[in-house]
């Protein structure tokens, strides 16, 4: 680890190429140097244990932020709430496609059906989609996510064999597509995603769907549906609802289906426990997607945390199946690194967190439970001491007290014999 004196060292450099530049009247030119000043000055606190040292370094960060902010008054910027010269964290720009879900379907009308008065800004509530099919209002089934998420595969870290897979599956040219045609080679469109909880189907299938909207450069609407929802007590309901979302699809050119929690209603008729409906919720199921050649253009993804309780025949006509794995040390490290990126302090080992929370079987949701935890710790510490905004070993080390994984060892188990049968990937 780099000593604090030539940490030190840095500071003060940083600082007189700042000071300098100042003299000359370049503010432009000054800033970034304020703000790797600062940097560093942060880093020398957190190391520097003596406490009238601290106080001159409080002091001196005062100044930073006063000439930071003179900078930012000479060219006319607006002063920043906390004034304080630091460094970026955002992610960079670059092009991004529209809000997901039915918003994405705000500009494309549906092919066929759908009410069409409510285009442009009251989209969220109007958005020209006919929800109600045979009586029944689908909004109810709909997941509030598939509205607000707009990942991309570039989000999704690593997964990227997995990203080849549907990508050659799916993302196909115009002379690709006729070429299928012509032989008679059915296009892909129902996949199913099966992992552990919190691995990282949903976020999988609303990337997928974002890309191929990229992909094809057309509005496909991404329809993200929570299959306990469609579940009712009332007889003949849960079949009624299916057949309405199925009906639902056929109103636009293209678009996604994303059915979460698929062995809510996917369930095996042999082994059904005890559900009366099993058998014909899956019979209505399998008539739905054996009519996907009247509805070539819906493209449905299926998602379970236990793929070993579905039905036989569902489970043969998914293709591909598959895996979302509880993510290596390699994808923990990733998502360590791009979520806390350099909010961390430089001497933080990430990688052996990463190797640790590998070891400990940690989801990503419980990867991400944890950096929010993290920064928790953060946020206390800077509010009792305003000088401190790195995140040090001692905070991951508590955090890591709090959360743990949520994997299950028989569900893994269960997992694992599914996947020596099934598993094509
Ligand atoms: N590959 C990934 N890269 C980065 N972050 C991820 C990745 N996969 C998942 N995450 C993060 O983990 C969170 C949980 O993922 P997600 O909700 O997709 O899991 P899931 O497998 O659908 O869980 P469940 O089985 O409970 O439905 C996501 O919101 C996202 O923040
Ligand atoms: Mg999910």
Do not use: W
Not at 183 to 190: P, R, S, V
Not at 393 to 405: D, F, G, N, P, Y
């Amino acid at each position: 680890m780099e000593s604090i004196n030539s940490v030190k060292n840095r500071f003060l450099a940083e600082k007189k190429e700042a000071e300098y530049r100042l003299t000359v009247k370049d503010y432009q030119g000054a800033m970034p140097h304020l703000e790797k000043a600062a940097e560093l000055l942060g880093e020398v606190y957190r190391r520097d244990i003596n406490v009238q040292r601290r106080e001159q370094y409080k002091r001196i960060r005062e100044e930073l932020r006063d000439k930071y902010d003179e900078c930012k008054q000479e060219l006319g910027m607006a002063p920043s709430s906390s004034s304080k010269p630091r460094q970026s964290t955002q992610r960079p720009a670059g092009p991004r496609p529209a809000a997901g879900g039915a918003s994405q379907a705000k500009g494309g009308a549906p092919a066929k059906g759908g009410d069409q008065k409510g285009k442009g800004k009251q989209a969220e509530e109007d958005d020209g989609i006919n929800y109600v099919v045979n009586g029944i209002d689908l909004k109810q089934f709909l997941a509030s996510e598939s509205r607000e998420k707009d990942v991309m595969f570039d989000d999704v870290i690593g997964m990227e064999r997995e990203k080849r897979t549907v990508k050659g599956e799916l993302f196909l040219s115009e002379e690709e597509k006729a070429y299928k045609a012509q032989i008679g080679l059915k296009n892909k469109n129902f996949i199913l995603l099966y992992g552990l909880p919190g691995t990282g189907k949903t976020y999988f299938a609303m990337a997928l769907s974002n890309e191929l909207r990229e992909f094809s450069g057309e509005d496909i609407p991404f329809f993200s549906v929570v299959c306990t929802h469609l579940k009712s007590s009332h007889v003949g309901q849960t079949e009624n609802n299916i057949i309405a979302l199925f009906e639902f699809t056929k109103q636009f050119d293209r678009c996604v289906l994303f059915m979460d929690e698929f062995d809510a209603i996917g369930q095996s008729r042999q082994k059904n426990s005890g559900d009366p409906t099993a058998v014909t919720v899956v019979n209505t199921l399998l008539t739905q997607l054996g009519g996907f050649d009247s509805n070539p253009n819906l493209l449905f993804i299926a998602a379970t945390n236990c793929p070993y309780n579905l039905d036989g025949a569902l489970l043969s006509r998914a293709s591909p199946k598959i895996e979302v794995p509880l993510p290596g040390a390699e994808v923990l490290y990733g998502t360590l690194k791009r979520k806390l990126g350099d909010l961390v302090a430089p001497d933080v080992d990430l990688s052996a967190v990463a190797n640790r929370l590998a070891k400990s079987k940690f989801s990503n949701r419980d990867a991400s439970n944890l950096i929010d935890e993290i920064k928790r710790k953060l946020f206390e510490a800077h509010r009792a001491d305003d000088m401190i905004d790195k995140v040090d070993t001692s905070m991951i080390t508590t955090a890591l007290k709090e959360v743990k994984s949520s994997v299950k060892r028989d569900e893994e188990i269960a997992l694992e014999e599914f996947k020596a049968q099934f598993a094509e990937n």
